[in-house]
């Protein structure tokens, strides 16, 4: 079936936040606790797509999952880098919405200019558990990424502590002088 990718609106917010609040709940995916209302996800939409490409992917009207840019590091001599987040609805996970997802942002990134790509992925310390495994990690290897760091036990949640990994992608050269 054909998935459309198109840009995420404010009034998507409430089926984003459905997908978004499994993973807070039920995961350690993401190291935010409490699920946000409506209202203040929607402000986090509006807020990224005054600079960045916010995305969905849709398949008969259903969104399957979003994935946006952000600043990497809010100073001027970063501007050509950003930080990725994607979240795919649970049932739609290894179905390919991932990869189309990160490949659109990919290409809407390299044509604002975007050089560098990061993700910071919460990966377990040591062994994978009921919360957590090292899926993501392994899909953004699968994209091209590198691991560029890790920075241990630094979340708590569930009672557990938690490690996160900053991975890496290069796009384009950086022959231009900005």
Not at 123 to 134: G, I, K, N
């Amino acid at each position: 079936m054909y998935v459309e990718i198109r840009d995420a609106l404010e009034s998507d917010a409430e089926v984003l936040l459905e997908i978004y609040s499994h993973y807070i709940r039920n995961t350690a995916v993401t190291f935010e606790i409490d699920v946000p209302s409506v209202a203040e996800f929607s402000e986090r939409i509006s807020r990224t797509k005054k600079k960045f490409p916010y995305i969905c992917a849709v398949r008969d009207g259903k969104i399957l999952g979003y994935a946006y840019a952000s600043s990497f590091i809010e100073r001027s001599a970063c501007r050509f880098s950003v930080e990725l987040s994607i979240y795919v609805n649970p049932d739609e996970r290894g179905c390919g919405v991932g990869r189309l997802l990160y490949g659109t942002l990919e290409k809407r990134l390299e044509e604002i200019g975007i050089k560098n790509m990061y993700a910071y992925i919460a990966v377990p310390t040591e062994a994978e558990d009921e919360y957590l495994s090292f899926d993501s990690k392994k899909f953004h290897e699968h994209m091209g990424f590198v691991t560029a760091g890790k920075f241990t036990d630094c979340a708590n949640k569930f009672g557990r502590w938690y490690s996160l990994v900053c991975m890496e992608k290069m796009l384009g050269t950086k022959d231009k002088e900005y």
